[in-house]
């Protein structure tokens, strides 16, 4: 029965080059029995099962491990969701099954599925909530796509029956007629003669501008369309001509394919230089390099590169992509629908950006699939059961939304459930707004029990929508384990402010941190995600509100601006978004607001001078604005003296900063005090706070030279003298009146 299903598929597959998925549902053990069967018609070397238990013949990736399947095709894919239901293996497993191949998927019976509880679920049970708390509204969705969807087999294993056959006598597969290089190309034939699509082709067509300074080329696809195949054609001809290529990308793992195409186009061009070869550093015998670089390094340009591939950009925050935006040329590439980003919300997100940049902006897309049919329905399926393409309202629905015209909206996970269009906007809004959005919060929206969803609606269309996570409440044992150094699950804010911040208290109390807050393009700028948030500190009674995220300055005055302040800047960058994260919190109830924004003002001073001496100056300027109150100061007559003869008369900084970096403080943060221009700000910050070198602030702010750099910090400083000045300022001053 079995074998003679998997052989109709598997034929069907290749007639069409389409995918199937065969699910394998009932007791484990007859599972992965019913797999060894399904193996008999693959090639045991081209399968791979994803899960914890292995099976005679077939190689085993751990679910931790499935990164190495990105960029990778196979012809079977077995996952084995027995044990862990992890919504974003799928997505990651689904595009490495090849055209013709089959997906398996294997779990408990449909019936029951929804309301087991498997590893997965125990990461969704945040403290004080157990496993028992979680829901199965996730899977619930997901075997009603499994048994209607078309493409889909079923068989229940323990009696030996099939559900469905998941046949659909697809037409005969369309053979892509093999591209042909372009008229008066400048990459090499044999990297056209590569390219497997005219898509392809016409994309290392556009491509050949990495040759041109002040160039910047977006190539936006589907998943599977062969862009990062393309963009290693593109650095392997760059590097064949003697040219230097940055690759970067979210993990080294996402870099691979665009490593593979690079060392194989070199290898047929005769040029790789074996011995200096590593896997993400690609030496030729013309001079040339392609090489791998983390984001937040990359984004520094070392080793002087001639151009730059940023793959799968709409995983990493616009703040980042712009850094890249130097005349250097250099090539975006992102998933439109995929795990790997949310290609729409880049798109949206960094064509203002570009559209503001000096350079030479081309876009363009690849629709041709290369791993398999268009007519794919199992593409469809990871599409629509992991809302991969979810997208908000179209614009014109929510054009005219203002504050006067939404409704606040409490909606339940049981009632999201209900209705799809609603689930969508919602999700497709978070993906739009957030870079790390993924198909595992799709599953946390609908069952983890401590979060909730906030939205403003409009019409009977969602318009603004926030994800909250509740957090702390947690008993004292707890409390003095995390205290000792054991890590909160699930509780970020109280987990670092224990941890980290030294409180061993900060766990007790009961809060909200706000995990995303979205509005839709179409309505931004209107005060609507101010208002949304209004309407949460107003329903929830609540011990604190908090928010962590990569600090900007644009975000920081957005969150102080709704009553947030200041806790924690972390002392390191993101690896992946080059930020320092950054800890706000709103009064509630607790006296823990008032400790910790407390708490801050008094060690930012001797962070900046130290761990944050490198940090941005507006991020700076933005924290310290977001403080509490403006930090106390507290100066001798003596120091008020020092502080006024560099001001108005010939004293230095240099021979006594402290005071100096007291007043800085002071100033920085009191919002009342606009007597300063933003450079005359950083200038402080740079010099002042962060004791850079007057050579490094000089040509950091523009200035002609460190004497003149000095010169400005003395007119700075001096309305900051008149402002706070004590009288034995005043009395300094008056030496240089005449």
Known sequence: MLEELVGSLRAEALHGNERRLLVLAGPHEDCLDAVTTVLDAFDPDDAVLVGHRAVDRIERLPPNQVDALLGTTRECVVVDAHEECRPNTIGRVVGAVDGGGLLVLSTPPLDAWPDRRDRFDATLAVPPADRADVTGRFRRRLVSLLRTHEGIAVVDVASETVVRDGLTDPSPAHTEVQPTPPPDHAFPEAAYRSCLTS???????????????????????????????????????????????????????????????????????????????????????????????????????????????VDEAAALPVALLERFLTPTPVVFTTTIHGYEGAGRGFSVRFRDRLADSALDVTE?????????????????????????????????????????????????????????????????????????????????????????????????????????????????????????????????????????????????????????????????????????????????????????????????????????????????????????????????????????????????????????????????????????????????????????????GPGQFDMHPAPFRHLALTALSDRACDSLSPRQERLLVTRVLQTRSWPAVAAELGFHSPSGCRRALGRALSPLVDRYGTNAAEDERSWYDE
């Not at 950054?582 to 607790?590: E, K, N, Q, R």
């Open 364 to 648: 363009c897309t690849m629709e041709t699939p290369i791993r398999y049919a268009a007519t794919d329905p199992i593409e469809r399926w990871a599409f629509h059961a992991l809302l991969l393409d979810a997208r908000p309202a179209v614009d014109q629905l929510v054009a005219d939304a203002r504050p006067d015209t939404v409704s606040y909206e409490r909606p339940t996970p049981a009632e999201l459930l209900d209705a799809e269009h609603r689930l969508r906007e919602l999700f497709g809004l978070l993906v739009l707004a957030h870079y790390q959005t993924e198909p595992d919060d799709l599953a946390r929206l609908l069952d983890a029990p401590n979060l909730s969803v906030r939205t403003l609606t409009h019409g009977d269309h969602v318009v603004a929508v926030a994800l909250l996570a509740r957090e702390g409440g947690l008993p004292r044992e707890t409390r003095q384990a995390a205290y000792r150094g054991e890590r909160l699950h699930g509780n970020m804010l109280p987990d670092l402010l224990t941890g980290q911040l030294r409180d061993p208290e900060a766990s007790a109390p009961t809060g909200w941190r706000v995990m995303r807050i979205a509005t839709h393009p179409a309505a931004r700028s209107r005060g609507l995600g101010s208002q949304l948030l209004e309407e949460i500190h107003a329903e929830f009674d609540a011990d604190w509100f908090g928010v962590a995220y990569g600090a900007t300055p644009e975000l920081i005055r957005f969150w102080n601006h709704n009553g947030y302040r200041m806790v924690h800047l972390s002392t390191t960058r993101n690896e992946a978004s080059g930020e320092h994260s950054a800890v706000m919190l709103h009064p509630g109830t607790a006296e823990l607001y008032d400790r910790h924004t407390r708490w801050f003002r008094d060690r930012i001073g001797g962070m900046l001078a130290d761990t944050l001496s490198d940090i941005d100056p507006d991020v700076v300027r933005s924290t310290l604005g977001a403080t509490d109150a403006p930090i106390a100061l507290d100066l001798t007559d003596r120091e008020w003296r020092r502080i006024a003869s560099a001001a108005y």
């Open 199 to 309: 898509d392809q082709t016409q994309t290392l067509r556009v491509l050949e501008r990495l040759r041109e300074p002040g160039c910047v080329t977006v190539v936006e696809t589907d998943r599977g369309r062969g862009k990062s195949s393309a963009a290693g054609l593109a650095a392997g001809s760059l590097a064949a001509a003697g040219r230097g290529v940055l690759v970067t990308a979210p993990t080294v793992a996402g870099a691979t394919e665009v490593f593979a195409r690079a060392r194989e186009l070199c290898q047929q061009l005769d040029v790789l230089a074996d011995a200096e070869t590593t896997e993400t550093d690609l030496c030729t015998t013309t001079g040339g390099r392609v090489y791998f670089e983390s984001p937040d390094r990359a984004a520094a340009f070392p080793s002087d590169p001639d151009a730059v591939v």
